[in-house]
Each structure stands twice: as structure tokens, then as C-alpha cells.
């Protein structure tokens, strides 16, 4: 395995929590936990992006959101990883390209709250990360009903199955919408507040 890449065994179900964790905080740990729990999985690495082609401001320095994501996220089975800056891939279907060639054998799962399906159609290259991975959509608050009648999800609704443990055999696409206790905890409000200056 190469130096500073997450190890994975043939077989292992990993779940895939991208973004900017520009910081994270408590709702990224809840998220991340319910996903292990209600999705089987064996691992989460949490992708700690360069940047998001979304927003047009760029995040705090990527060593200080690595820093601030391990500070939060204390679980063993949780890893804190730079792969897209390692990798030097911008988009998500790159870097899931590039993880299926790496890890041959390793079934990935892509995790996201129900608040970037709202959006997910905006994403590069989105029905083809629906097409290489299955998909697992956690609740957020305010982003339920809007999560369930997104683009996306209207597009791909005949690949949505009922349970989160579901993506763990299942072959894309197949997507899941968890239920959950939700924790309201906000990177932008964190950043509004004035509590992360990066």
C-alpha cells in the first residue's frame, strides 16, 4: 500500500464521508457512527477535501481541518484521511475512479447528508457516482422531505432500497435514505459564530 493511504483488506465495506470539514464538529462524528452502525460497515475514512468546486470561497488550510477533524473523531474504525490531495483529484467520480483501482476487492459505500442530495445533481459527473457506488443518505435537519423529492432522487428512485445494510452487497446503483436522531450541528454557523477561523 502506498504511504499515507488508509489500509483496506479484499472484502472490507467502507464507507466514504467526503467534504470539507471546514471544521467538523459533533454532527459529522453522529452521522459517521449511525452510518457504521445502521450500514454495517467495517470502516468510515472520513475525505478531507482540498477545496469544494461548489462554493467559491475556499476552506481554512487542509493541516488544520485534518488537525480539527482527528480532534473530533476519536473511533478506531474511523479514518481521517488527505486522499484527494494525495491522489490530486477534484471531483468525487475521480477519486472513486481512482479508490476502485487501488483497492481492488474493497466495496466502497459514498455517504452524504440528506442536505447535498438536495443538491446532488449540481455535482460533477452525479449519475455516474450513483452508477460506481451505492449510496448512503442520512437525515439532516430541514432536509428531509427536500432530500426525498430532489432531482436526484426522483432520477434514481427505482435503485432506492429500504435498509442502510442493504448497500452492503448490493452493486450500484442503489441508494438509502436513514432515519435518524439528528444533531444540528452546522459548519456554517460554526464558522458565523466566529468559533473556526482556520
Known sequence: ???GFPVARRGMVIGLLGGSFDPAHGGHVHITREALKRM???RVWWLVSPGNPLKARGPAPLDLRMARARAVMRDPRVV????E???GTR????TLERLA???PGVRFVWLM???NLGQFHRWERWGDILRMVPVGVLARPGWGVRGRVSKAARIFRGERVARGEVLRVRDAPAWCFVNLPMDGSSSSAIRARGEWRG
Do not use: K, Q
Open 85 to 87: 490531495a494525495r491522489l
Open 91 to 94: 471531483f468525487t467520480a475521480e
Open 1 to 3: 500500500m502506498r504511504a
Open 101 to 103: 483501482a487501488i483497492y
Open 113 to 115: 447528508g440528506a442536505d
Open 40 to 42: 454495517g460497515l467495517d
Open 80 to 83: 481521517v484521511s488527505d486522499l
